[in-house]
């Protein structure tokens, strides 16, 4: 038996104040009851597919860089870009490696994510 992607978890400060960030990023609901200790997208929705996202508050902060982090991908880069920093991502880096491009972005905690631009 193998396993499989149940969950992407954050630990921060404010879960609900993250997990409604996340839901706007996604274009999904934020699950009833969300508040400062815990908060998800999906886990009240078992027909989807998709991994639900968890936030759990920790006592510390972040430090350092994600050594994992969600990437998403978007048909016109600038646009999401610019929709996300409207919701409270701040834009940390342009990259271009050979045919692929993306942008880095810190959601309102400060972790990373990319938004990659989907080939033409």
Same mark, same amino acid.
């Given at each position: =038996?193998?396993?499989?992607? +149940?969950? #992407?978890?954050?630990?921060?400060?404010?879960?609900?104040?993250?997990? @409604?960030? /996340?839901?706007?990023?996604? $274009?999904?609901?934020?699950? *009833? $009851?969300?508040?400062?200790?815990?908060?998800?997208?999906?886990?009240?929705?078992?027909?989807?597919?998709?991994?639900? /996202?968890? +936030?759990?508050? #920790?006592?510390?902060?972040?430090? @350092?860089?994600?050594? =994992?982090? *969600?990437?998403?991908?978007?048909?016109?880069?600038?646009?999401?870009?610019?929709?996300?920093?409207?919701?409270?991502?701040?834009?940390? @880096?342009? #990259?271009? =490696?050979?045919? #692929?491009? /993306?942008?880095?972005?810190?959601?309102?905690?400060?972790?990373?994510?990319?938004?990659?631009?989907?080939?033409?």
């Amino acid at each position: =038996m193998t396993s499989r992607l +149940f969950a #992407v978890t954050f630990d921060c400060a404010d879960a609900a104040e993250l997990g @409604a960030f /996340w839901a706007q990023a996604l $274009g999904r609901e934020l699950d *009833p $009851g969300a508040d400062p200790a815990f908060a998800s997208i999906g886990l009240q929705d078992p027909g989807r597919t998709d991994p639900r /996202w968890y +936030f759990a508050q #920790v006592p510390e902060g972040k430090t @350092a860089k994600n050594r =994992m982090h *969600p990437d998403l991908i978007a048909g016109d880069l600038e646009a999401e870009v610019e929709r996300l920093t409207g919701l409270g991502a701040s834009r940390k @880096a342009d #990259v271009e =490696m050979g045919s #692929v491009r /993306w942008t880095t972005l810190l959601d309102p905690e400060g972790n990373e994510f990319d938004v990659i631009a989907e080939p033409a």
